[in-house]
């Protein structure tokens, strides 16, 4: 089964590990179905271990980055944070204009939005125009109230516990 009878807009929010994780999980379980999938980064370079994985599963899964090596902080933006921003929700625009994806992942978007990068507006605007058998999801920390209010779900992902906390350094292959 290709496609959907009907799509609903989706965010994954919180300080808790797993939103883009989720997200991925999704995208695969599509790809199964044989729906297509286009994934849009804010705010990652194509360094990831998902990059190397999901290039394999092309054409189902598509997945384009646009972001700046290292941690993007409100103290550090550059004019080439807002650039990429741009640039990246511009892709996402032509992606649901051309019909090119059943879901649609807006992966950090929410981080973009809470740096000042994008404004709700413009991103309230994309929720508005998906396509009505498009599913599209919403990825990344301080999700604003505006965007949770027009989801359809809305999973928070909240630390109880991590070892970050005890010291354990990030690592290849899980948090990267």
Do not use: C, W
Not at 50 to 73: D, M, N, T, W
Not at 87 to 110: H, P, Y
Request: hydrophobic content about 45%; overall charge neutral; proline content about 4%.
């Amino acid at each position: 089964m290709a496609g959907l009878q009907r799509g609903l807009v989706q965010v994954y929010t919180g300080e808790g590990k797993g939103k883009t994780t989720a997200a991925f999980g999704l995208a695969l379980r599509a790809a199964g179905h044989g729906m297509k999938v286009v994934i849009v980064q804010f705010l990652k370079t194509a360094d990831y271990g998902e990059h190397k994985a999901l290039s394999r599963l092309a054409p189902e899964i598509r997945l384009k980055a646009f972001g700046r090596r290292g941690f993007v902080r409100r103290q550090g933006l550059e004019p080439e944070d807002y650039e990429m921003a741009r640039e990246a929700l511009s892709f996402a625009r032509e992606v649901m204009v051309k019909g090119e994806a059943d879901i649609l992942i807006l992966d950090e978007i929410n981080v973009a939005l809470h740096l000042g990068l994008l404004r709700e507006e413009e991103v309230l605007f994309l929720l508005e125009a998906r396509p009505p058998k498009m599913e599209l999801v919403l990825t990344g920390r301080g999700a604003p109230e505006r965007i949770l209010a027009a989801a359809d779900l809305v999973t928070e992902m909240r630390p109880l516990k991590h070892p970050f906390a005890e010291g354990v350094a990030a690592r290849e292959g899980i948090e990267f």
